[in-house]
């Protein structure tokens, strides 16, 4: 309502059967507030815990992976992200690790950052990682991106170590069941300023154009083969086109430079594989 909608000091000229206008009341107006400030003192609350290593409650995951479907549902297969934006490749369970790229890129939301991937398994911390990530994206949902790794699954998860970890610190498995069916929702790629095509995995032969990527139904548990498996499996090659690495391909330089062209693309970015150095120009 504008100031001179609730301010007039003009005489009433309304008919007396015209109809009143529509009105919010105070307390309906105040549990609206009520709720929102819940809902962020629940967050900071949350990630005031998680800043020390403090693994929250099985009830607080429950309520935190509802509030983050929510978010990323209204995200794209392609997600759009605006530069200047920090890219970060695995993160597997290593919540120190996390912490001290924080301590040197910048804390959110003073810096933007975009995860590709793989944050749980291999690590002895993936709960605390896991959960520290998706409460940031709920948090700050226009300055934390947040996309699908091969490491994101049912399967993975049970073999390399989430699983047990979950087990191990909550005595069951309804928080890798919570994660796990919120993985689901993750966007699988995302674009940076329309130049840089950012995903965990590699390219595919069934995906020419980002809009392909778009068309894709993501909800679902990774496949073993495909379009979405490539994205999140496919590793770049020294050999040109295409070779067999199952899961996911290989794929050489002249496929990458055609799919840059194709789609005006300047650059794609990955994670997946370990490079010595941190990360890896090619």
């Not at 809902?39 to 020390?52: A, I, P, Q, T």
């Not at 087990?167 to 130049?195: C, E, H, I, M």
Request: net charge negative; proline share 6%.
């Amino acid at each position: 309502m504008s100031d001179s909608d609730s301010i007039n000091s003009e005489p009433n000229t309304t008919s007396p059967t015209s109809p009143s206008p529509p009105s919010v009341s105070p307390s309906a107006s105040q549990n609206l507030l009520s709720t929102e400030e819940k809902r962020y003192n629940d967050l900071e609350g949350w990630l005031s815990k998680l800043s020390v290593g403090t693994p929250l409650a099985e009830s607080e995951v429950k309520h935190l992976c509802e509030k983050a479907r929510e978010t990323l549902m209204n995200e794209s297969n392609v997600q759009p992200v605006s530069a200047p934006v920090t890219i970060c490749g695995n993160i597997h369970g290593q919540w120190h690790d996390l912490i001290e790229l924080y301590r040197i890129g910048g804390s959110v939301p003073d810096t933007n950052y975009l995860f590709m991937g793989n944050y749980v398994d291999q690590g002895y911390y993936s709960v605390e990682t896991v959960t520290m990530l998706v409460c940031l994206k709920v948090r700050y949902p226009d300055r934390v991106f947040i996309l699908r790794g091969n490491h994101e699954s049912r399967q993975i998860t049970q073999v390399y170590g989430f699983y047990d970890e979950c087990f191990r610190k909550y005595g069951s498995v309804t928080v890798w069941k919570l994660f796990t069916d919120l993985f689901d929702y993750l966007p699988l790629t995302a674009l940076v300023q329309n130049q840089v095509f950012c995903l965990h995995g590699g390219l595919s032969p069934y995906i020419n154009t980002l809009d392909h990527v778009r068309q894709l139904d993501r909800v679902q548990e990774v496949p073993h083969e495909g379009p979405m498996c490539d994205l999140l499996w496919s590793d770049p090659d020294e050999r040109s086109g295409w070779g067999i690495c199952r899961p996911g391909l290989t794929f050489g330089q002249d496929i990458t430079e055609k799919f840059n062209y194709k789609n005006g693309l300047n650059l794609v970015s990955r994670a997946h594989q370990l490079v010595m150095d941190g990360y890896n120009w090619s």
